[in-house]
């Protein structure tokens, strides 16, 4: 009789990682649905794209690196970071701007630093910058939302996949249009006040359909707390964060104004960037009070890259620039231990 | 309500304590054979104090404490002493430790024993030396002598007892049913401790998922003052730290004890057993252990004689092997894997667990970690899991430390939450004894480096006082020789010049010559004074030779002087250097007017006779030379001279070696060699200054008549057959027998360094250079060889 000589513990907990990243992707829908809602089908063929290729590239680098490829692929972790570009590319983006993004996500960002686990930096959010840089025009190139235009111009499943293949005939230049934070960031004459009366884009709080598919990012989000794939810190802080400079640069709505707070948390990828991005445990910060700094800083820089710099959205440049700073903060937020006066860091110190 | 604290983390898995609680306690029974550990408790192990073949009585001490940390273990039951060997023990390892093995008579006959009626009466010591005779040791898991925290120092007042029936791990129900079967007897056994350490309050833990264990303590520590604190249900409140945490909000100290803030921790069963040694004499001999299980189908807790093998208790709850791939000593989270069934049940095991596969899967394979931070949220004592399991892939000991690896308490909480499900314990618990391993292999170092330092300075020692023994022999040598001079026996140069020197300054011209040297030196002295006029022409000549002679002298003295002051890196080099260099020119100038006076005294007379040896050299040289220019063209004069010169540069060379030689082996006779080197370079000088004249020469005709009767003229007839001789062998022939030469003398060098070397001579070094600067030449003998034997080719 052989019995197994395994170490302590022998129970374990029912979470796995495929689980935390199916989680994700769950918590993803009623996002894509409220952009499929507003923007037509064209986040669904980037989603459908990305997925296919990431799943590809995944597969071809853990064959490359001669490790068992269905093991890994069971991770989800490729199809979370498809799904995260897929969501955060304008709609109906070319296929080639989704081949380019995701190869660089998957390949580079990802297995180049040693795969999962390893990247320093978000993925998804690498490839989006890195196409945003060397492809402006595809990159800001977003559609009218329904409410803007007619719901007839809204792209169809087959239409949105004719264009992203590049052989529909689909009208781009006629549905796209500037999203609110690109008409806030170019507007330099008129008051907030009038702008919003002017611009057809603009909603209640925020753009027509922004305001929505946020709320929609904010309800899969807090399904994701309520599950305990990731703590209230990073996000709760960031989103504070984003007010707060909101309130405190609030210049009553002028033309130079960033927009008020409001308007801030419900608009772009703020609450896209604040549930499934700054969250990947992976690039952040790995205590809780290191994660209260990580995301604090994040929407500080995300109110600072709106305001006052070149792009009209910068979740993704605030990811990045926070993912260096990661392990510096995870170095002075490190936990004081049961039965010690001080951190160890702090002791030194 | 009494105010209660939260623990850091933590995680809830499944209980599964009811399937065990469906029964009460059930005695075990006496199995054939008892196998008793001499050591189931931390620190030294009991000393056997029976022999194979005795018979021993239920509660017999069998194995005596071996120092303060220790405990005694007696004889469950009465029976005969099989063996005392190594058997399988319980432990993670599965190693072997001594046993005493007891064939059981079934009779269970008692040992007598009595209890004490008035504990209070007694003083704390003696219910101290009670307890710790009975064996106890803590019955919660690790097992420390229960004696030995409850005989601390009184330096420290204790305020809080607290009694432990948290019993937090899975599965595990014999705390609980003992607190709801053996209330009393607890509360009794925490009576006697209070009694011992004197708190200010005595708290009872229980966790809150435990309601009728609950009621019956409060029920039995009714008006005692005894307080019994429930709290929330969550794993590991159990372990000591954490409770103390709970109950108190105090945390003990990173290696500390609970002493240390004023509390002391015992676990319930302790008390109980405390209360049977005390109150009934009873050592401890049996306890309550859970048998659980999806693999036995008849799950309960037994009261279990200690030694009881495993294999008895499985069948007693109907094990089904087959069902079961992993055995469990202890619970889920923390217990470890049994490979042998024939282990006995010791004083600290609390469970015993079967599962099925489905029960406790293998562990899936590992995947990468990514840093999710669950097993941060989960660390009950506030520790970074994954960053230690990164540090401790890397193996970087020092990250650990500083990252508190030693507060782990291994407790499991992290692998159970981790996704991804990396074993991360057992990477704290591989890296904790790599640690250990490191700081033993560090003292280890510590003291070889001591050893090592005394062994350097000892032959650091032994070389000075050899040095000094070589130092004291060679001045010894020095003395010896000095005295020699002293007796006008050998020519140590140095000192002839300095007795040349005062000679000179306290004599003066006053003095009668006494020797050519100061004869040379009175008329130097005469001829600036004016006498010069007076001086013939021979005069002359003698004395310009002398002088030239003499200061030949002087200058290789002081190139003696200068090379060793050289070889000793004395501050004088530089006043020796200069004192050379005003020698040479002197010499240069001597060697100018004697040229100079020479070619005006062309005939000079061949008769004229000095009766200074050297002058009649000279003068014989001269003779020869005024005789036989006659019969010598000069080039065959300039032809003799220079094959003559060629000869005495050898020789030179030869004697210098042998000098260099004598000096590195601080040879009695370097003085002598140096000597001549000396006379040979003043030869070599002579023959030179020869040479340079000769184009003053008056051009004759010659003809080799040889002036047999002449010894100089024989020994130049010597060096011209030499000459001739030579001149027959090819230049590459010459130039092959300068490197066998060479060759020989390097060879000769090699084996004097090689000797220098072995005996540790300071010499050495010297040697080498004088090989070097040897083999240098060797080179450039081999290169004109190459050359040559190139042009032949």
Known sequence: MAFLKVSSPHAHGPMSTGRVMRLVLMATIPGLVALTWFFGFGTLTNVLWASLSALAFEALALKLRKRPIAFYLNDCSALVTAFLLGIALPPGSPLWLILVGTGFAILLCKHMYGGMGYNPFNPAMAAYVLLLISFPVEMTNWLAPRGAVPASELLGPIDALLRSLGIGSAPIDGVSMATPLDILKQNDALLVDDLWAQTPQFGTVAGIGWEWVNLAFLLGGLYLLYRRVFTWHAPLSMLLAIAIMALLFNDGGSSASGGGALFNLFSGATMFGAFFIITDPVSSAVSNRGRVIYGALIGVLVYIIRAWGNYPDAVAFAVLLMNFAAPFIDHYTQPRTYGHKKPNAQEKA | ?793
């Not at chain 2, 005596?64 to 273990?73: C, I, L, M, R, T």
């Not at chain 2, 010591?125 to 120092?153: E, Q, W, Y």
């Not at chain 2, 005062?502 to 008329?523: E, M, T």
């Not at chain 2, 001739?724 to 230049?731: D, F, G, P, V």
């Open chain 2, 1 to 793: 309500m009494r105010k209660i604290w939260d623990i850091h983390g933590g995680i809830h898995p499944p209980e599964n304590k009811t399937q065990s609680l469906q029964d009460n306690i059930r005695a075990a029974g006496i199995p054939a054979q008892l196998i008793v550990p001499l050591s189931q408790h931390i620190g030294a192990p009991a000393a056997p104090i029976v022999n194979v073949g005795d018979r021993v009585l239920k509660g017999q001490m069998i194995g005596e404490a071996k120092g303060f940390v220790s405990a005694p273990v007696h004889a469950p039951s009465s029976g005969t002493v099989a063996a005392i060997e190594p058997r399988v023990i319980p432990h993670p390892s599965g190693m072997s430790a001594p046993c005493v093995v007891i064939n059981c008579d079934g009779k269970d006959e008692w040992i007598s024993h009595q209890g004490i009626s008035d504990y209070r009466s007694l003083d704390k010591n003696t219910l101290v030396d009670t307890i710790r005779n009975a064996g106890i040791a803590g019955m919660g898991g690790a097992g420390f002598p229960s004696s030995v925290k409850l005989s601390g120092g009184k330096d420290k007042p204790i305020e809080t007892l607290i009694l432990n029936g948290t019993e937090c791990e899975p599965y595990i129900t014999a705390d609980d049913i003992l607190m709801q079967e053996r209330a009393a007897e607890i509360i009794a056994g925490a009576e006697i401790l209070r009694h011992i350490v004197e708190p200010n309050e005595t708290l009872i833990g229980v966790e809150d998922n435990k309601p009728e264990a609950l009621a019956a303590m409060r029920a039995a520590a009714e008006g005692t003052g005894i307080e019994v604190v429930s709290f929330p249900t969550k794993y590991p409140s159990g372990g000591e730290k954490q409770l103390i945490q709970i109950l108190t909000g105090k945390e003990v100290p990173s290696g500390g004890l609970p002493a240390d803030i004023g509390i002391v921790c015992q676990n319930i069963g302790s008390a109980r057993a405390i209360y049977r040694a005390v109150c009934h004499g009873e050592p401890l001999i049996s306890r309550v252990t859970t048998v659980t299980g999806e693999a036995c189908s008849t799950p309960r807790n037994y009261d279990v004689l200690i030694g009881t093998p495993v294999q008895y208790l499985l069948d007693l709850s109907h094990f089904d092997a087959s069902r079961c791939i992993r055995l469990i000593m202890g619970g889920p989270m923390m217990g470890y894997t049994l490979q042998d069934t024939a282990v006995p049940i010791v004083k600290t095991s609390n469970c015993v667990l079967a599962p099925t596969v489905e029960e406790l899967p293998p562990p899936p394979p590992a995947q990468a970690c990514i840093r999710c931070g669950m097993c941060a949220e989960a660390c009950p004592v506030s520790l970074l899991p994954q960053q230690m399991y990164w540090f401790s892939r890397a193996q970087e000991h020092d990250k650990l430390e500083e990252h508190n690896l030693a507060d782990c308490i291994e407790c499991g909480a992290c692998s159970y939450v981790c996704p991804s499900n990396i074993p991360l314990v057992q990477y704290y618990r591989a890296s904790k004894a790599e640690i250990r391993q490191a700081q033993q292999d560090k003292i280890k170092a510590e003291r070889s480096k001591e050893r090592f330092e005394a062994r350097q300075a000892r032959i650091e020692r032994e070389a000075a006082e050899k040095e000094a023994k070589r130092k004291a022999r060679l001045e010894a040598a020095k003395a010896k020789q000095q005295s020699a001079t002293k007796d006008g026996s050998k020519d140590d140069i140095i000192q002839a010049a300095i007795a040349r020197s005062k000679a000179k300054k306290s004599g003066g011209a006053d003095n009668p010559p006494q020797d050519p040297a100061q004869a040379a030196i009175a008329r130097a002295q005469a001829a600036r004074s004016g006498d010069a006029v007076s001086e013939t022409a021979e005069e002359k000549t003698a004395r310009l030779e002398k002088q030239l002679a003499s200061t030949e002298k002087r200058l290789a003295a002081a190139q003696q002087k200068l090379q060793l002051a050289i070889d000793n890196n004395d501050d004088n080099v530089e006043a020796f250097r200069s004192g050379v260099e005003k020698t040479e020119g002197k010499l240069q100038a001597l060697r100018k007017e004697l040229d100079a006076h020479r070619a005006s005294q062309a005939p000079a007379p061949a008769e004229s006779v000095s009766d200074d040896p050297a002058a009649a050299a000279i003068a014989r040289a001269q003779a020869k030379r005024a005789g036989g220019a006659e019969t010598e063209s000069p080039d065959a004069a300039r032809e003799r001279l220079t094959t003559q010169i060629a000869s005495t540069e050898k020789r030179l060379d030869a004697a210098q070696q042998k000098h260099a030689d004598a000096q590195a082996q601080g040879d009695v006779n370097a003085a002598a060699f140096a000597t001549a080197v000396e006379k040979t370079q003043a030869k070599l000088d002579k023959l030179r200054a020869e040479l340079a004249a000769l184009p003053a020469a008056e051009p004759e005709p010659a003809a080799e008549a040889s002036n047999a009767d002449d010894p100089a003229a024989q020994a130049i007839a010597r060096a011209l057959a030499a000459r001739n001789a030579n001149a027959e062998l090819s230049e590459a022939d010459k130039a092959r027998n300068a490197v066998s030469s060479l060759e020989k003398r390097i060879a000769k060098t090699q084996q004097k360094l090689d000797q220098a070397q072995a005996d540790g001579d300071d010499n050495a070094a010297i040697l080498s250079d004088t090989l070097a600067k040897l083999q240098g030449k060797l080179d450039e003998a081999r290169q004109a060889l190459d050359a040559l034997s190139q042009e032949e080719g």
